[in-house]
Each structure stands twice: as structure tokens, then as C-alpha cells.
């Protein structure tokens, strides 16, 4: 990584602004310096011989690498490839923001962006319950159900449990992910958690892990090819698996839930891949739901503005992108705003709660669902 991702930009940049209001932090804020093109202006100040400022860094990190500009660009130019570029040049000048780097020191020493050990990642399982060490499938709880959605964990296991899946977890043994790392630019402390990662995996024997988080999808899935090469396992989202034991009849939703909802997009899964069906065929089986989407959906949809650890630094800015999402659905009557990410849910639930939003909520999908079960 270096100048070659800043060039790719900017050299082809047509300057058209098509970027611009599809940014969550842009369209949230109307500030110019939250916008692609002020980071793409950053990138040609230092193209162009000169440095990086100070003031340059609240437009480097208020970007949660979502892509979502880059679907949005007649050229499609890597524009988060490009962010990352400019962040390995602050790593290299030893410039990353306090709150960044203590998260990231964080995940390298530690293993969690806490700063807490294997009995941070132990605190989500039902009663301490043992698991069996071998299983066709190992699902990865992520950063952020043992940090504030246990009932995600519990719900998802109930689920597979009642379908009869054959799968385990890694309990304490579980690390973050290091995406964090990657997308701040520290690309060998990522690697070197992703082979750690991969060979505590591979002790197992899983065929196929599961990801609760979007993040983690993406760093397992497209990100740790790149780093460590054949992974030896298939990876796949806890939706894709929740999909696949509807479609097998390994479980049924009968319980009506009568409201209406619409599903928010995660950048870092299906909006990544393009793939927006699995979620809503899942919804639609739910008697009772009215799925309508909101005005900005699937590729081009809203960003929750967590990811990328963007409120450590910039803490206000997250907050402002979820409630536009919070705003939309209010006007299209929507009393539950669905996603399949951790981090959407838990930015959506406490922007909702931190504005004392009335008549709506964020509910997870393996909980609606677990919900219309009858359980
Ligand atoms: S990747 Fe997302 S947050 Fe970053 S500039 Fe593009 S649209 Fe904005
Ligand atoms: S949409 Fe693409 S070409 Fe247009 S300003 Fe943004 S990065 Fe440049």
C-alpha cells in the first residue's frame, strides 16, 4: 500500500461530486471536509509533493470504509483503498489519532478492541455452558455482542440448536477480527492476527464459519485471502445460514408479528457483495411483517456510520449519520428498523434512545426471528 492506491484516484477523478451525497457523513452534515472529495483533495495536496496537516485529519477518519461512494462513482475509482493509503501514511509518521491508536494497541495486545481477554469473550455464553470442540460449522460471536448484544449470541444458538445444526464456538478463545487494523493501515498486524486467527480455525476442523457481524464477513471472507491466502474453510454470514434452514424447512416462523419494517442494508455484507435477497426472503416468511424499504436502500442505502471505529475520534459524527436512517423510516411509518450487524444495531438502538425517539426500534434478525418461532 502506498502513493499507487492515492494516483488511482485521483488522476481519474472527474471532480463530477456524484460521491458526495452518498456519503452517510456528507449527506448527514453538508461539511465539506466529511465529504470523498476532501479526502480525494488530501490525496493530490500530498501527490503534489505536499504533507499531510493536522487539520486534514478529521476528513481522513471520518470515513467508515463503506464503499457505498465508490457504487456511486461513474468510474467506480477505490476511494477506500485510497483512504487506507492516506491513513498508512500517518502509521508511518507516527501522526494516528490517540482514541485510534489505543484501540487498535488494543487488538494487538489484547485481542479485543476493550482491551479485555479471553473472559470478555467468554462473558456472552449462556450460563458459561461448555461447547464441543469439533463441529461442521464454528460460529464467531465478533467485537460486539460481548461487549453490549449478549442476547444476539444467545438467540443465534438457540436458533441453530432448535434447527439442529452441527456447530460450535471458540468461547475465550475467540480474537477480533483486525479489520480495524487493516482499514487504519496497520497491514502486518492485521496479517498477523488474521494467521492467528485462521490457524486456532483450522485446529477445529469447522468446514464453515459463521459470522455474526458484518465486519468480521468481510475481513474473514475478502480480506484474509488476501493477507494469509487459501483459508481452507468456506465463510458465510449467520444469515446465510438462517436462509439455508428456512429453505430446508429445519425451521419454520408461525407467530404473527404485525408491524411494519424495513431492513437496513450492512455495508460490510450485503451491500459488499451485492446480494440483498437472503434478509428479506427471511423477512417475508415472518406472518405479519410489512417489509417497505427506505428511501435510500441496498447498494447505494443508508450507512449507520459505526463501523471503522469513527466515534472514538470524531464522536458525535456516527450519531448524525444513524439518524437519518432514524428520520427516513419515521416517515415511512416504520416501527422497526431490521439489520444483521452488530455494530448498525447498536448504533441505531442508542441513537434511538440517546434522542428519545418514540415508536421505534432496532431489532436484529436472528431475534425477530427467534421471536416468530414461538419462542
Ligand atoms: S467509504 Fe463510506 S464513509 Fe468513506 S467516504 Fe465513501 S461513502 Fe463516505
Ligand atoms: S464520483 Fe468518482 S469521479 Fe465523481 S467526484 Fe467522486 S470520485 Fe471523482
Known amino acids: 500500500m502506498g502513493l499507487e492506491e492515492l494516483r488511482n484516484v485521483v488522476e481519474r477523478c472527474m471532480r463530477c461530486g456524484a460521491c458526495e451525497d452518498a456519503c452517510a457523513f456528507y449527506s448527514a452534515t453538508h ?22 496537516e493536522d487539520g486534514d485529519l478529521p476528513s481522513i477518519y471520518a470515513c467508515t470504509l463503506c464503499g457505498i461512494c465508490e457504487r456511486a462513482c461513474p468510474l467506480h475509482l477505490p476511494i477506500t483503498d485510497m483512504v487506507r493509503g ?6 508511518e509518521e507516527g501522526r494516528v489519532p490517540e482514541p485510534i491508536m489505543k484501540l487498535c494497541e488494543n487488538i494487538v495486545e489484547h485481542g479485543s478492541m476493550t482491551g479485555r481477554g479471553p473472559e470478555y469473550w467468554r462473558s456472552w455464553i449462556p ?21 453490549k448484544l449478549h442476547e444476539l ?18 468461547g475465550g478463545d475467540e480474537r477480533c477480527c483486525g479489520l480495524l487494523l487493516y482499514d487504519h493501515g496497520f497491514i502486518d498486524e492485521a496479517k498477523e492476527i488474521a494467521e492467528r486467527n485462521v490457524a486456532r480455525i483450522r485446529e477445529t476442523g469447522a468446514e464453515k464459519v459463521v459470522t455474526a457481524c458484518a465486519a468480521c464477513y468481510k475481513m474473514y471472507r475478502h480480506v484474509y485471502p488476501k493477507l494469509v491466502g487459501d483459508l481452507g474453510f468456506e465463510v458465510l454470514h449467520a444469515v446465510d445460514v438462517i436462509h439455508d434452514l428456512l429453505e430446508r424447512g429445519a425451521i419454520k416462523p408461525w407467530k404473527h408479528i404485525d408491524a411494519r419494517a424495513a431492513y437496513l442494508d450492512p455495508c460490510h455484507y450485503t451491500k459488499l457483495e451485492g446480494r440483498f435477497d437472503k434478509p428479506r426472503r427471511i423477512l417475508e416468511r415472518i406472518p405479519g411483517l410489512e417489509l417497505v424499504e427506505l428511501s435510500r436502500a441496498m447498494g447505494l442505502g443508508y450507512c449507520c456510520g459505526l463501523s471503522g471505529g469513527v466515534g472514538v475520534y470524531l464522536r458525535d459524527l456516527p450519531g448524525k449519520a444513524a439518524m437519518k436512517v432514524i428520520e427516513d423510516a419515521l416517515e415511512k411509518g416504520v416501527e422497526k428498523i431490521i439489520t444483521s450487524c452488530p455494530l448498525c444495531m447498536y448504533q441505531l438502538s442508542r441513537t434511538i434512545k440517546r434522542n428519545e425517539v418514540k415508536g421505534i426500534e432496532a431489532v436484529d434478525l436472528p431475534i425477530i426471528l427467534w421471536e416468530s418461532l414461538g419462542e
Not at 492516506?86 to 502509521?91: D, E, G, N, P, Q
Open 31 to 52: 461539511d465539506e471536509k466529511f465529504s470523498p472529495l476532501a479526502k480525494i483533495g488530501i490525496a493530490r495536496k500530498v501527490l503534489n509533493g505536499g504533507i499531510i
Open 86 to 91: 492516506l491513513r498508512k501514511i500517518l502509521v
Open 127 to 147: 450460563g458459561g455452558e461448555a461447547f464441543s470442540g469439533k463441529a461442521q460449522y464454528l460460529y464467531l460471536v465478533g467485537c460486539m455482542i460481548p461487549f
Open 153 to 170: 449470541g444467545d438467540v443465534t444458538i438457540k436458533i441453530f440448536r432448535k434447527a439442529g445444526l452441527d456447530f460450535t464456538i471458540l
